[in-house]
């Protein structure tokens, strides 16, 4: 079974939600709704799905699975709550219809941790998501800060997967946001980070029941990692081992926007068994076709053996794990 692991949908309710809370929403801005012409996967059911399931047939995909463009982090708790809830209920809700062809990851209303250890388990237990999605920052703090330990423990107690991915923030600095580099550079430059702030955290290692995805081929820590070994230890005495090796332990997904170059990269460096497919579905729709997004992995002329644990075998080992998570 060939499986996406990282895909979006457009829900422009949610989207209205965090506009109103004044959440600024790359692309339209703080207290500023969703387009109307935008797909709602919880209202068109039949014509938005019905595409996105052609879309997938056509390049040989038989499962996505479906995270919040933009997370529900909001100060206040309630607005938080709701639209957490409005999020996973949309997702879920497009579950139900295909349950054999799509799958969903739980949004969490952060900062709020213990909401968000609530609705953890609501969308484990009753929504039968697969895993959860964290944003790579919280209201300008590192997701892999102190103050979240508590959820990192109950997410290592459920023995989760946890997939992380960029706020389109520009790492709330201005030598990026005020450039306009916050969706190119800016997207890049958080995989790295938040996989950074994983390794200087030991989260693998005092968390270790997590399988942890990281989105875009890591960034650019593909090309970092012995500059890591023999700088961060530097900084980081107190690092169980290599940080090379910490990095080995996550798995990436294999979204380059068609970079064979990149994509070689990432394999070189992690090797073929922690690259999974990603599409970020619609994202990459107005720049190449889905079917062209997949299979741009074909064009590394990589051994079909490596190909078949990035298409399928690698994801379907992991989320085969969610089954049997402890409740």
Known sequence: MNIDVHAHAVIPRYNQMLAA???AIPGYGSGTPAPANTEDIATDSVDAL???IALMDAAG???????A???PYLADETDAVAAARCVNDAHASAVARHPARLGAYAALPLPHVNASIAELHRC???LGMVGVALQCSCLGDSIAAARFDP???ELNRRRAVVFFHPCINGLCSALLTDWGLAPTAGAVF?????????IVRRIPHRFPNITIIIAHLGGALPMMLNRLDNQLPRSYPELPEQPSRTARRFFYDSVGHGSVAALRCA???FGANRILLGSDYPVLMPFESYRETVGYLSNTQAAPSALLHIVSNNAAQIFARHRDREV
Not at 61 to 67: H, I, N, T
Not at 190 to 198: G, K, N, P, R
């Open 21 to 23: 809370a004044g959440a």
């Open 50 to 52: 019905s595409r996105r």
């Open 61 to 67: 995909v038989d499962r996505q699975l479906l995270s």
């Open 69 to 71: 463009i933009y997370a």
């Open 124 to 126: 484990l237990d009753e």
């Open 151 to 153: 959820l990192f423990a």
């Open 190 to 198: 958080e995989d790295t980070t938040v996989a950074l702030h994983l």
């Open 267 to 269: 394999l070189e460096a």
